[in-house]
């Protein structure tokens, strides 16, 4: 059983630039989230893929975007980079039926995105 | 709100002394909580999880009790080891259930 894998394990981009993260979810697992987690603080929800469509989001700007691709792996597309999108971005995988069942959440090592 | 946090941010004890980190929860409809640990430059590794119908769960070394009443969850580890030694987050799963709210962590530092 393969867990959940994230590339690049570290990103450095200009101010404005846009950066595209990827994570292949756990094996068995149909639902993937990703949490943005500045230093020194817990991980916040930015949002939830469950069959292909987002199906949460958290208090994050539109310029945060996702994708789920149909063997279950996703992306999370970030525009217009600020500063203070510098932080660990980390992607967790579970089996949820309809969404909102999850349980069992796996997370990644997370890709560390500096922002200069 | 919903909002989950830790009462303690540090915690630091010594090889084989018993560990208790506290996390206090807002949400009284929360029916599912999970403690995570998570070591430097990785991500949170899952310990173990609770679910609204039980008052307690043991794992390997690990106790999680909830408190409904005072909306209170603890995490215990027995004979702490130098590999404890990480920061350790409490979450629970959001009102819509589709995602999970994260404390903000205690650190926990255990000495031989």
């Known amino acids: 059983e393969t867990g959940v894998t994230q590339s690049p394990t570290h990103l450095i981009k200009t101010r404005g630039q846009q950066v595209t993260l990827r994570c292949s979810s756990q094996?068995?697992?149909?639902?993937v989230s990703w949490y943005q987690q500045a230093l020194g603080q817990g991980p916040q929800f930015i949002f939830q893929?469950?069959?292909?469509?987002?199906?949460g989001r958290g208090n994050f700007p539109p310029r945060f975007s996702g994708l789920q691709f149909p063997n279950y792996s996703s992306e999370l597309n970030v525009n217009a980079l600020e500063l203070d999108d510098s932080a660990l971005y980390l992607c967790?995988?579970?089996?949820?039926?309809?969404?909102?069942?999850?349980?069992?959440?796996?997370f990644g090592s997370g890709t560390r995105l500096t922002v200069v | 709100g919903e909002s989950v946090g830790l009462h303690l941010p540090t915690l630091s004890v010594q090889e084989g002394d018993n560990s208790i980190i506290n996390c206090a929860y807002s949400n009284s409809a929360s029916d599912y909580f999970i403690w995570y640990k998570q070591e430097s430059g990785k991500g949170p590794q899952f310990i173990i999880d609770i679910r609204s119908n039980m008052d307690k769960r043991q794992g390997q070394r690990v106790t999680v009790l909830l408190n409904k009443t005072v909306k209170h969850l603890s995490l215990q580890i027995a004979a702490t080891q130098p590999g404890d030694s990480a920061v350790y987050f409490c979450a629970e799963k959001n009102q819509a259930g589709t995602a999970l709210i994260f404390g903000k962590g205690t650190t926990l530092s255990v000495s031989s």
């Open positions: 893929y469950y069959r292909e469509e987002e199906n």
């Open positions: 967790a995988s579970s089996l949820s039926s309809g969404g909102r069942g999850a349980y069992g959440y796996t």
């Open positions: 094996s068995g697992h149909n639902t």
